[in-house]
DNA sequence: TATAAGATTTACT
DNA sequence: GTAAATCTTATAT
C-alpha cells in the first residue's frame, strides 16, 4: 500500500508515469481482485481543456477532482461505462490520472467472470475494462486509496525505462491543442510474474 | 425542464 | 470500417 504522500506529489505526470507497474487493488463484496497497471493518462487541471476541471469548471461531479490527493474519481462514461481515475495533488488543484490499462495479476477467474470473457492480452485495456474487471462503480467514487476497498500498491515490478512509451492521450479530439499533449504512458512489456 | 454530448466498448458488415 | 447501446452531466431555455 502506497502512502497518502504519494498521491500528493504535484507532478501529475510523473506519477502517471510512475504509476506503471504499480499494482491495482480492489476488494469488493469480498472478492479481492488485483491487476498491474500497464497504461495511465495524466489530466492536468484548470489549464487542461481535456480535463473535466478545465477552466476551474467546479461542478457536483468535478467537486472530487478538488480533494486532497489519493482519493478515487469515478464518473459514468456514455451511459454505460465507468472510468477510474486517481485524484492527485492538493487540495483545491484538479489533478486526476486516468487507469487505462492492467494486466490481471490476482483473482483472475473472478476478472473473466466480471469480464464475462477469458483472460486475453486485451481483457483489461480500455478504462471502460478496467472499472468492469475489478467491480468498480459509481458506488466507489470518492474512496480513499489508503482504504480497505481500492488501492495502489507497489509489488516491486521492474519496468525498465526503455519499456515505457509516451503519447497523445486518446479520445479527446474536442480538447484542441490539449489532445496533442504526451500525457498518456504506456509498457508493451508484459512479462510480468 | 429540455437538450446535446461524452476521458467507450462491442458486435456486426 | 461502421454503428448501436445508454445515461449522467452541463448548459441553455
Not at 64 to 83: E, F, N, T
Not at 109 to 117: D, F, P, T, V
Not at 175 to 183: I, M, R, S, T, W
Request: aromatic content about 10%; proline content about 3%.
Amino acid at each position: 500500500m502506497l502512502k497518502a504522500f504519494y498521491y500528493l506529489n504535484k507532478d501529475v505526470l510523473f506519477l502517471a508515469e510512475d504509476l506503471i507497474g504499480k499494482t491495482l487493488c480492489t476488494n469488493i463484496n469480498n472478492i479481492f481482485t488485483c491487476g498491474i497497471i500497464t497504461e495511465t493518462e495524466a489530466y492536468a487541471g484548470v489549464n487542461d481543456k481535456a480535463s473535466h476541471a478545465y477552466n476551474d469548471r467546479r461542478t457536483n461531479r468535478t467537486e472530487i477532482m478538488y480533494s486532497k490527493g489519493g482519493v478515487s474519481y469515478v464518473y459514468l462514461c456514455y451511459g454505460i461505462h465507468h472510468l477510474f481515475n486517481i485524484v492527485t495533488n492538493a487540495k483545491d488543484i484538479p489533478h486526476a490520472i486516468l487507469i487505462r490499462a492492467i494486466y490481471p495479476s490476482i483473482g483472475i477467474e473472478e476478472i473473466e467472470e466480471r469480464r464475462g470473457r477469458k483472460l486475453s492480452k486485451n481483457l483489461c485495456v480500455g478504462p471502460g475494462k478496467v472499472s468492469q474487471a475489478l467491480g468498480i462503480n459509481l458506488l466507489h467514487n470518492n474512496l480513499s486509496l489508503t482504504g480497505k476497498e481500492i488501492w495502489v500498491q507497489d509489488d516491486g515490478v521492474k519496468i525498465n525505462p526503455s519499456d515505457i512509451q509516451v503519447g497523445p492521450r486518446i479520445g479527446v479530439d474536442y480538447a484542441e491543442e490539449d489532445a496533442k499533449l504526451p500525457y498518456r504512458f504506456w509498457t508493451t512489456n508484459y512479462d510480468f510474474k
